[in-house]
């Protein structure tokens, strides 16, 4: 017997298959434990630049010995401003990619430094036709929304390999890519090489094609590689991927709820450094994070753990609407 149903008001649907890792409250005790964190504990930050910012924003800032203490309204406010919607441009505007609430992308990982040959089947390291190879079928592959240096170019000296390796990747790639500039001289060098694609600063500015990744060094510090090229990346209108490492049981507690709160708090003090260093800057929540295997002192990115933190990451990510990107087992 069929019958009406009217329209419900006020709920929610969830559609297909996944993961509900956390509660509303869970969601709030996570956020209460990094406002403590960061307020209590504090930031390690070894850049001049970034600390005088910090000072300038409203935090407590120990000089000498490089300590930040931030407190909760600096986290509100950069929250506020950081963009919750980034487009990541395309040389080719018809592949653009929109990082925005639970919509899902995928990307390959790295950064790689030994590959199997193709041809001759040898284990070999990486080289600069390696990174332009991946980056031709990262391209090709539709299944693909980013590209990403699969491998690095270890024929050329490491203060370098990163200029080499964008190198490589706007020249094999139409897509927005992802690339570790390795410090601050060589993060204006890729901008410059980008806003030459581009056609000019501006219009690299309007339709940024690189993203830069930073990695904080867990526990709890922020060193001269990567907020650096925060500050610079944001006043060039440069998204930046903050990716913290953590390994739980090493760098971080051993419980994984632990590790989501030193995570957190190393994330959030990068985003709010970029968003002193300007308001509305783009920036992605990002997570390489796992746990380390005490018995073999590995650290095994195929274990369940790191997809239950990758969850674990998207929803808090979700819980400050910014967007994010996250390793998978």
């Not at 913290?244 to 990068?270: D, I």
């Amino acid at each position: 017997m069929l019958v009406m149903r009217n329209l419900q008001a006020g709920t929610s649907s969830f559609k297909g298959i996944g993961l509900n890792m956390f509660t509303p409250d869970e969601l709030n005790t996570l956020h209460f434990a990094t406002l403590d964190v960061l307020r209590h504990t504090g930031i390690k930050v070894e850049s001049q630049s970034a600390l005088e910012l910090f000072a300038e924003g409203g935090a407590d800032v120990d000089f000498l010995a490089k300590l930040v203490k931030i407190p909760a309204y600096m986290l509100e406010d950069a929250v506020h401003t950081a963009p919750s919607t980034i487009r990541l441009a395309a040389r080719n505007p018809q592949k653009d990619f929109i990082v925005e609430g639970a919509r899902v992308g995928f990307v390959n990982f790295g950064e790689g430094v030994a590959i199997i040959d193709p041809v001759t089947r040898e284990y070999r390291r990486s080289n600069k036709q390696d990174v332009a190879d991946a980056a031709r079928l990262s391209d090709y592959l539709d299944e693909l929304d980013i590209s990403y240096r699969a491998v690095t170019a270890l024929d050329y000296d490491g203060k370098v390999q990163a200029l080499h390796n964008a190198e490589a990747l706007f020249n094999n790639t139409t897509k927005h890519f992802f690339i570790g500039s390795d410090g601050i001289a060589n993060c204006r060098k890729i901008i410059a090489m980008a806003a030459e694609v581009a056609g000019g600063m501006e219009e690299l500015r309007r339709r940024p094609i690189i993203s830069f990744n930073v990695c904080p060094t867990s526990p709890l510090k922020l060193v001269p590689d990567c907020t650096d090229v925060i500050i610079e990346s944001a006043r060039a209108g440069i998204p930046v991927n903050i990716i913290s490492m953590a390994l739980a049981g090493a760098t971080t507690p051993v419980t994984l709820a632990g590790t989501l709160v030193t995570h957190n708090a190393e994330v959030l003090s990068a985003v709010i450094l970029s968003q002193l260093a300007q308001k509305g800057a783009p920036v992605l929540y990002g997570s390489s994070t796992t746990l380390m295997d005490l018995r073999y002192s590995t650290t095994p990115v195929g274990a369940p753990e790191l997809g239950m933190i990758s969850a674990g990451v998207a929803k808090l990510a979700r819980y400050y609407m910014l967007p994010s990107f996250v390793a998978g087992g």
